[in-house]
């Protein structure tokens, strides 16, 4: 057969084994999996995912074996359980970010989680094989993002993990299930397509849909591609005349994978991910920065911070029209409204869940000081996750101004949160449904993964 760009990711996905994982890959990648199952966790609290789990119990009934996040008891059929834990995990947009723009463990995690249930007692993957599937599923998705210049800045027209998160979840169920190469081909072909949402359904419920259709229609396309579905055996490559995964992208050139022999280095090695300390899109973390910055800088000018001395709030920040909301009226809205958050931050003096409720966000004195802000975009200031800045200004009725800006926030791959700051998040995350000693063996059972002779016990 004719070697492909498509060919060469299929004998990637069967031939990569544990051994190819490095010490850092291991360790960056547990933090993700830790981080992602806290996002969920308290994900499981919002309205959205109680739309997303009493449609999958009402409308669809099948062998419930997979186990939902935030509900004891509670089981569906393993790419239902999939889908309504992809949705609590994006529900409060608190999961992590990667380079070019993605959220990655979202859309593999939970497939893995539900189809380590699924599974008969005599197949049940371990620890090993469960970090190396994962490891797959954030491969792919990396690679095919950089296979174009146009998914490295911040989207326009589709919310990336519904496109590369899909392929991603069904590289990492190929790996969990042993598909052989062709039927890795296979389900690569059926997830492109399953796969797409436009960007235009930012800010509102159906956003968290984006992830949960990914890790479940990833998960079915490698479940139809392993009872010998087929699809197009060269849909990465880029055919003229002939739109592929290239239909996603305008800029699209493809590279083969190579096949691992003694080493491969992951893109997660050379890439760390960024992790959120507040449940808002991931450009909302530099003006929140910049504006806690800057209040310091007003309370030590003033004693305290006193609104009314304000006349103006400068915000510089990058072109990007789904995240620049004025006057945000809806908990989605403000997390995706950079004004909303840097006033926030300004007012309180810190972003956190109780930030986005319906009483917070319709605050009076929050909504004079939105009347406060203008928006300008400095050529500098790039919309793209590793180049872009937040600066606020606070220009006074006494003529004086007071700066704040940043450019990496503490998150970001650049400046990566410690091992206390991670646990403090998830710890504070499972704690609004789980009970501290489950919380303690979670985090006990994800730091020993690999030696966790069940991964469905996670």
Same mark, same amino acid.
């Given at each position: +057969?004719?070697?492909?760009?498509?060919?060469?990711?299929?004998?990637?996905?069967?031939?990569?084994? +544990?051994?190819?994982? &490095?010490?850092?890959?291991?360790?960056?990648?547990?933090?993700?999996?830790?981080?992602?199952?806290?996002?969920?966790?308290?994900?499981?609290?919002?309205?959205?995912?109680?739309?997303?789990?009493?449609?999958?119990?009402?409308?669809?009934?099948?062998?419930?074996?997979?186990?939902?996040?935030?509900?004891?008891?509670?089981?569906?059929?393993?790419?239902?359980?999939?889908?309504?834990?992809?949705?609590?995990?994006? &529900?409060?947009?608190?999961?992590?970010?990667?380079?070019?723009?993605?959220?990655?463990?979202?859309?593999?995690?939970?497939?893995?989680?539900? =189809?380590?249930?699924?599974?008969?007692?005599?197949?049940?993957?371990?620890?090993?094989?469960?970090?190396?599937?994962?490891?797959?599923?954030?491969?792919?998705?990396?690679?095919?993002?950089?296979?174009?210049?146009?998914?490295?800045?911040?989207?326009?027209?589709?919310?990336?993990?519904?496109?590369? %998160?899909?392929?991603?979840?069904?590289?990492?169920?190929?790996?969990?299930?042993?598909?052989?190469?062709?039927?890795?081909?296979?389900?690569? %072909?059926?997830?492109?397509?399953? =796969? %797409?949402?436009?960007?235009?359904?930012?800010?509102?419920?159906?956003?968290?849909?984006?992830?949960?259709?990914?890790?479940?229609?990833?998960?079915?396309?490698?479940?139809?591609?392993?009872?010998?579905?087929?699809?197009?055996?060269?849909?990465?490559?880029?055919?003229?005349?002939?739109?592929?995964?290239?239909?996603?992208?305008?800029?699209?050139? +493809?590279?083969?994978?190579?096949?691992?022999?003694? /080493?491969?280095?992951?893109?997660?090695?050379?890439?760390?991910?960024?992790?959120?300390?507040?449940?808002?899109?991931?450009?909302?973390?530099?003006?929140?920065?910049?504006?806690?910055?800057?209040?310091?800088?007003?309370?030590?000018?003033? %004693?305290?911070?006193?609104?009314?001395?304000?006349?103006?709030?400068?915000?510089?920040?990058?072109? &990007?029209?789904?995240?620049?909301?004025?006057?945000?009226?809806?908990?989605?809205?403000?997390? /995706?409204?950079?004004?909303?958050?840097?006033?926030?931050?300004?007012?309180?003096?810190?972003?956190?869940?109780?930030?986005?409720?319906?009483?917070?966000?319709?605050?009076?004195?929050?909504?004079?000081?939105?009347?406060?802000?203008?928006?300008?975009?400095?050529?500098?200031?790039?919309?793209?996750?590793?180049?872009?800045?937040?600066?606020?200004?606070?220009?006074?009725?006494?003529?004086?101004?007071?700066?704040?800006?940043?450019?990496?926030?503490?998150?970001?791959?650049?400046?990566?949160?410690?091992?206390?700051?991670?646990?403090?998040?998830?710890?504070?995350?499972?704690?609004?449904?789980?009970?501290?000693?489950?919380?303690?063996?979670?985090?006990?059972?994800?730091?020993?993964?690999?030696?966790?002779?069940?991964?469905?016990?996670?």
């Amino acid at each position: +057969p004719e070697e492909t760009v498509t060919s060469s990711f299929a004998a990637f996905i069967h031939a990569v084994r +544990p051994e190819h994982l &490095s010490k850092t890959v291991c360790h960056r990648s547990k933090r993700m999996i830790l981080d992602s199952i806290g996002v969920g966790l308290v994900g499981s609290t919002t309205h959205v995912f109680d739309i997303a789990l009493q449609y999958c119990r009402e409308l669809y009934s099948s062998v419930a074996v997979s186990s939902v996040y935030g509900k004891p008891g509670v089981k569906l059929s393993p790419t239902l359980a999939a889908f309504t834990n992809g949705v609590a995990t994006h &529900s409060m947009d608190f999961d992590d970010t990667w380079h070019p723009a993605t959220h990655p463990s979202g859309a593999v995690l939970p497939a893995l989680l539900a =189809a380590s249930q699924m599974l008969p007692p005599s197949t049940k993957p371990n620890g090993v094989d469960f970090l190396l599937a994962f490891n797959v599923g954030l491969e792919v998705q990396g690679r095919l993002m950089h296979f174009s210049t146009e998914a490295h800045n911040i989207p326009k027209r589709f919310h990336p993990p519904s496109v590369v %998160g899909t392929m991603g979840s069904a590289a990492a169920t190929a790996k969990l299930l042993s598909l052989s190469a062709a039927q890795c081909a296979h389900a690569l %072909g059926i997830a492109a397509s399953l =796969a %797409g949402a436009p960007m235009a359904n930012a800010a509102t419920q159906a956003k968290p849909l984006h992830i949960g259709n990914a890790t479940r229609l990833g998960f079915e396309a490698a479940l139809l591609a392993a009872r010998g579905m087929e699809a197009n055996p060269s849909i990465l490559d880029d055919i003229p005349g002939c739109s592929g995964f290239s239909a996603f992208y305008s800029v699209y050139q +493809p590279k083969p994978l190579s096949t691992p022999s003694d /080493h491969h280095e992951f893109l997660l090695e050379k890439q760390d991910i960024a992790f959120k300390r507040f449940p808002a899109h991931l450009g909302m973390h530099w003006v929140v920065d910049a504006a806690l910055s800057v209040r310091n800088l007003f309370i030590n000018y003033a %004693g305290s911070f006193s609104p009314s001395l304000i006349r103006t709030i400068v915000l510089k920040i990058p072109v &990007s029209k789904y995240i620049n909301r004025p006057f945000p009226s809806s908990e989605h809205q403000a997390r /995706h409204s950079f004004q909303f958050n840097a006033c926030t931050a300004l007012l309180d003096g810190e972003v956190g869940l109780s930030s986005f409720t319906e009483s917070s966000i319709h605050r009076q004195e929050l909504r004079e000081l939105l009347d406060k802000v203008v928006v300008e975009h400095p050529e500098d200031n790039v919309a793209n996750f590793d180049k872009m800045y937040g600066e606020v200004a606070l220009l006074l009725h006494s003529g004086d101004v007071l700066t704040g800006k940043c450019d990496t926030f503490y998150g970001h791959w650049r400046k990566p949160l410690s091992k206390e700051s991670l646990l403090k998040k998830f710890r504070s995350n499972a704690s609004h449904v789980l009970p501290e000693e489950k919380i303690e063996t979670i985090i006990t059972m994800v730091d020993n993964l690999e030696n966790l002779s069940d991964s469905s016990q996670l």
